[in-house]
Each structure stands twice: as C-alpha cells, then as structure tokens.
C-alpha cells in the first residue's frame, strides 16, 4: 500500500519481489527474476519497467548488475521496505531502461523530493515531503524519510515527531523501532536526560522483539542498560 503512494500510477514494477509488492495496489508487473532464468538481451527495451524491487544484496541484484549493467549502474534507490526483516530496495531504472514509454515515466512528488536529496537540495526536498505527507498522511517512507533528514541535521525531536508517525502506519517494522531509539539516544547525549536513555532503551526492546536476530543491537542494548 505504501508503495502505491510514493510511485506515480503508471509504474511497472520488477524483480524478485515485485509480484509480493504489487498484491496489495494497482501497480503494474512484469515477472522476471535473474539469477536461474536466462538473460534477455531487449528486456528492457520490450517491457516498459520502470522500477525494480530486488535484495539490497545477493545473487538477484548480482546477476542483473552482470546481465544490464548499462540500467542497473544508474538505477536511483527509492526506497527500502523490509519484508520479514529482509531487506528489499525499490530502484527506479525508467531514466537508464531505454524503453520509450518508461523513460516518459512521470516522477511522484515522493520521488522528486528524493531526486532533490541525491542532487543535495534538502530544503526543496523538505517542501515537497511535507506536502506529500499532507495528501498521503498513512504512509511509511515519507515519515521515515523525513526523520532521516531531520536526524541528520540534529534536529532529534522532529525525526522522533516524524518517525512516530510511520510506526503507527507500520508498528511492525523493526527498523524504525530501532531508527527511533537511536534517536532517543543521540537526544539522552545531548541533553543528558535519562529519560531518554530510557526511551532508546524501550525501542531497542521493541525492535529486538520483532527482530531477535540482530545481534549488533543486542550488543548495543547491553551497553546502554548496563547488563
């Protein structure tokens, strides 16, 4: 559903995950894996796809780097979902494609904010964002982005106003549990309030919960409770 929201309509997704994503929404498909399936020379010249939705590492993403290297070294990422606390990117490739009707893909006010932030202009970035997240207020990669660039710019109580924000459309989601307790934490060195070391602490518990796997957190969560 959060994808439908952060693409145009006429998107054609991709890729390994593609037909798990498009499930939910009125996105368009093309079913193609890469790795186990032969190459195909024109596949990009004969199928309008415009986004791919891949591993951020492994032997997919690997074997269509080796197979269209001229669309993937300029694919532009859009966003990154986790689906069973799997990694998966979204990377635009209608600009590299070569196909006519992709390449007249019309970018969402989501990917032009995004475009804005590669190119190092955050503030227009931030006007678009927030005029996104008014008409799409249930949604997931707006809030999160915008935490990101609020966090980057040390502004820690606006990425947590943000962030909250895009755990209630995704309560689930371990990343931004453990995004926002690295919030609280940079805000408890800040200021030195052990609230918010405690808040950083019930996050991080969260996060563990939904993802018991990750042991660098679980590392990082001892030193901050102290055992």
Known sequence: RDLEKILSSEATISGPYAQTLVSDNQLKLVL???AGWPPEPELFQKYPITHLAMEVRGGQKDQAFKD????MKNARLVAIYYLRNFPVEI?????????????????SDFERAKLLMDEG????????????VSQNPQN???????ADIYFNRQNFEKA??????????DPTNFSTHEFLGTIYLNSYIEKGDDAFRLLAIEEWEKALKLFPQ????????KIIRGY
């Open 32 to 34: 193609r894996m890469f």
């Open 68 to 71: 269209y290297p001229e669309v």
């Open 91 to 107: 990377l635009r490739v209608a600009e590299s494609s070569g196909n006519p009707p992709a390449k007249n893909y019309k970018l």
């Open 121 to 132: 202009q955050i503030d227009s970035a931030l006007v678009l964002l927030n005029l996104f």
């Open 140 to 146: 997931l990669s707006g809030y999160i982005t915008l």
């Open 160 to 169: 947590a106003f943000f962030l909250k924000k895009a755990i209630r459309f």
């Open 214 to 221: 990750n042991t660098d957190l679980s590392d990082q969560l």
